[in-house]
């Protein structure tokens, strides 16, 4: 079973910040955070992962609770290609199963 | 960029024929995963293989499907006899090596069982 819980599906308008939440209460001192989307018809796509400090790379920013049990996924200017279901997984580095819950769906709105 | 490759995209069968999916993963990578994604539903691992070997396979139904990847290349996952529950979508993913960062995937092969 998947170790995340998401909210089912999220609006964003075109522009703004999109922000993703995930809570992994249960998640574990060795294992890391990733997101993943998955937007229609294709398979899904790597965005970032991180452990305990906040990361940002090209895609969006992910932010970490302190205690580590919840996170926020930031798209900083969403589009409408940012339409898609996104994936909060909890792995360690060296697992490689990724358990996929059922996402967000987030819609864009023009 | 390079990319997973699948084929075919789209698939229509009768349930009882035997379908086969192929997929070829990225230049250099190790490792090969096949998924089946059910509609609504985030994908669930089949198979996975390291080289040409199988490392985990515990949620492949054995009696019905089986994967190769005889030259630890591209990779055959077969369904035979195809039945109405296995239409899906059925996504190859590759990754330079075990535990590593990022899985990158296919686009997908959708089955339709009739």
């Known amino acids: 079973d998947a170790k995340t819980t998401q909210p089912t599906s999220m609006d964003c308008a075109e522009g703004r910040a999109a922000n993703l939440p995930c809570n992994h209460s249960t998640i574990s001192g060795n294992e890391y955070v990733y997101w993943y989307r998955q937007i229609h018809s294709q398979g899904p796509q790597y965005i970032i992962h991180?452990?305990?400090n906040n990361e940002t790379n090209e895609m969006a920013s992910l932010i970490i609770t302190e205690d580590r049990k919840s996170s926020t996924l930031i798209l900083p200017h969403a589009t409408l290609r940012d339409t898609a279901v996104y994936y909060c997984?909890?792995?360690?580095?060296?697992?490689?199963?990724?358990?996929f819950g059922k996402g967000t769906r987030l819609h864009i709105l023009p | 960029e390079a990319e997973v490759a699948q084929s075919p995209r789209y698939k229509i069968t009768e349930k009882s024929q035997a379908v086969a999916f192929w997929c070829d993963p990225i230049s250099g990578h190790a490792t090969l995963y096949w998924y089946r994604q059910i509609l609504g539903q985030g994908p669930e691992l089949l198979v996975q293989?390291?080289?040409?070997?199988?490392?985990?396979d515990s949620q492949l139904p054995k009696d019905r499907f089986s994967a190769e990847r005889l030259k630890g290349v591209d990779s055959t996952l077969k369904i035979q006899p195809a039945e109405l529950g296995d239409s899906a979508m059925y996504l190859c993913?590759?990754?330079?090596?075990?535990?590593?960062?990022?899985?990158?995937f296919g686009p997908g092969t959708r089955l339709t069982v009739t």
């Open positions: 997984i909890v792995r360690t580095y060296r697992d490689d199963k990724i358990i």
């Open positions: 993913a590759s990754s330079q090596r075990q535990g590593a960062n990022e899985q990158y």
């Open positions: 293989f390291q080289d040409e070997s199988v490392v985990d």
């Open positions: 991180g452990l305990k």
